[in-house]
């Protein structure tokens, strides 16, 4: 009976023995993995910054070769209402006197 008792204390013991075995490893395995997730978190918030940048520099040079072309036709349109106007600065005079004298 002492021998059984025995074998059973030294299963029980190697089974407490195993089971803080498994703990340090499921902790240190736990560590690992926060770790990794922690890399991961960071290596996803350098690459998104990068990208955000990158599509900001991109939206900011199109927005300003926009610009730049709208301005071009502003002043086209401008000049082409100049010109317009000196070619007809008679015509428009005469139009004008008309339609205040008439009635």
């Known amino acids: 009976m002492n021998t059984v008792i025995k074998k059973i204390s030294e299963i ?3 089974a407490s023995s195993v089971m803080e075995s498994a703990n340090m490893s499921k902790k ?3 560590e690992k ?15 998104t910054s990068q990208g955000i940048e990158e599509l900001r520099k991109r939206l ?3 927005t300003d070769r926009r610009l ?4 071009s036709e502003a002043e ?12 007809n600065y008679n015509w428009y005079i005469e ?6 004298t008439e009635e």
């Open 60 to 62: 900011k040079l199109e």
């Open 28 to 30: 240190a395995f736990a």
């Open 76 to 87: 086209k349109s401008l000049q082409e209402m100049e010109y317009n106007y000196k070619q």
């Open 68 to 71: 730049e072309q709208q301005k």
């Open 12 to 14: 029980e013991d190697a």
């Open 95 to 100: 139009k004008l006197f008309h339609l205040l």
């Open 33 to 47: 993995m926060e770790e990794r997730i922690r890399e991961f978190d960071q290596d996803l918030e350098a690459s």
